[in-house]
């Protein structure tokens, strides 16, 4: 097991910026793939960035690449979402989730066996 918790949500200004955290406990940490999903009003969730156990490789939707990073620290228990230059399409529940396969990068919500409450974020123009 793998409990969750994120936080760092808010509301921002089109071109502003916000770092999400999430928090993990239960289950070593570093064993498991980390990512991160948003849901807008009426629409499915979708994969936003994704992060190996060790962080050694990292994944991006295109919707986000070059303003989005994700990152993670393993004594800290905690995986980040550095989000830039937001815009009001950003503007979502945003989930981080744990994927026991470590070493993969899923764009899936059904391997990642773990999810966090999630944290609004809204981007006003």
């Known amino acids: 097991q793998v409990q969750l918790v994120e936080s760092g949500g808010g509301l921002v200004q089109a071109g502003g910026s916000l770092r999400l955290s999430c928090a993990a406990s239960g289950r070593a940490f570093s064993s498991v793939a980390m990512g991160w999903f948003r849901q807008a009003p009426g629409k499915e969730r979708l994969f936003v960035a994704g992060?190996?156990?060790?962080?050694?490789?990292?994944g991006y939707a295109d919707s986000v690449k070059g303003r989005f990073t994700i990152s993670r620290d393993n004594v800290k228990n905690t995986v980040y979402l550095q989000m830039n230059s937001l815009q009001p399409e950003d503007t979502a529940v945003y989930y981080c989730a744990a994927n026991p396969l470590g070493l993969v990068v899923s764009t899936r919500e059904s391997d990642y066996h773990y999810w966090g409450q999630g944290t609004q974020v809204t981007v006003s123009s």
């Open positions: 992060i190996t156990r060790n962080g050694g490789r990292t």
